[in-house]
């Protein structure tokens, strides 16, 4: 017998924007390669999507009264950026 077992997908936890399964900060090296595999021939909706979450994280940081993080950019877009 057989037994599959599904891998977890690595989602953010909101408002903290951590990942729900390592816990590392979202997007993790995990969801980041997820989603460059799943986005490969559209990278240019990835950067939309991440753009918009990267401002949902914002605004759930100031909603928290914390100072906005120097490296937002750099996490949530630079790196899906196509070369």
């Given at each position: 017998?057989?037994?599959?077992?599904?891998?977890?997908?690595?989602?953010?936890?909101?408002?903290?924007?951590?990942?729900?399964?390592?816990?590392?900060?979202?997007?993790?090296?995990?969801?980041?390669a997820n989603m460059l595999a799943e986005f490969r021939t559209f990278?240019?909706?990835?950067?939309?999507?991440?753009?918009?979450?990267?401002?949902?994280?914002?605004?759930?940081?100031?909603?928290?009264?914390?100072?906005?993080?120097?490296?937002?950019?750099?996490r949530f877009v630079s790196w899906a950026r196509p070369d």
């Open positions: 017998m057989t037994t599959m077992v599904k891998s977890a997908e690595h989602l953010c936890n909101r408002p903290s924007w951590n990942c729900r399964v390592c816990g590392r900060p979202w997007p993790c090296a995990n969801a980041r990278p240019t909706v990835l950067a939309i999507y991440l753009s918009a979450q990267m401002y949902d994280a914002l605004g759930d940081i100031q909603a928290r009264g914390e100072p906005a993080p120097p490296d937002l950019y750099e």
